[in-house]
């Protein structure tokens, strides 16, 4: 996916992504995938995997400040979404069987890991 534009939602600042893929991503843009922020989510949730779920977007917490790793005091949702709308490739893993099937991904690409 790359990133489009920046805009105010239901979810506060958000930013649009567009899917390249044919396989993979191709409907990002018209399903309304996003990064947006979400107020229930910190660092500690995210890192022990209690993170709330959404429907495909990628969320950053609007409660933590970057401040906290040494950042700006913003949002890290803030952060994330000015530094990504100036121009960014997001990759988002997917299962195996279906990320071989993607036109841009090839098989020799990926780490012997992730193949065997």
């Known amino acids: 996916m790359s990133t489009d534009v920046s805009y105010k939602g239901a ?39 209690i993170a709330s779920t959404s429907e495909g977007c990628l969320m950053f917490s609007t409660n933590e400040s970057g401040r906290f790793w040494g950042m700006e005091d913003k949002s890290m949702n803030e952060i994330v979404i000015n ?27 990926l780490p012997a890991e992730v193949i065997e």
């Open 83 to 109: 530094t990504l709308k100036k121009g960014a490739l997001i990759f988002v893993y997917t299962d195996q069987e279906l990320i071989f099937k993607s036109s841009w991904i090839k098989k020799t690409d």
């Open 11 to 49: 979810y506060g600042y958000s930013l649009r992504l567009k899917g390249h893929d044919p396989v993979l991503n191709s409907n990002v843009f018209s399903r309304a995938v996003v990064v947006h922020g979400f107020g229930g989510m910190g660092a500690y949730q995210a890192s022990t995997g």
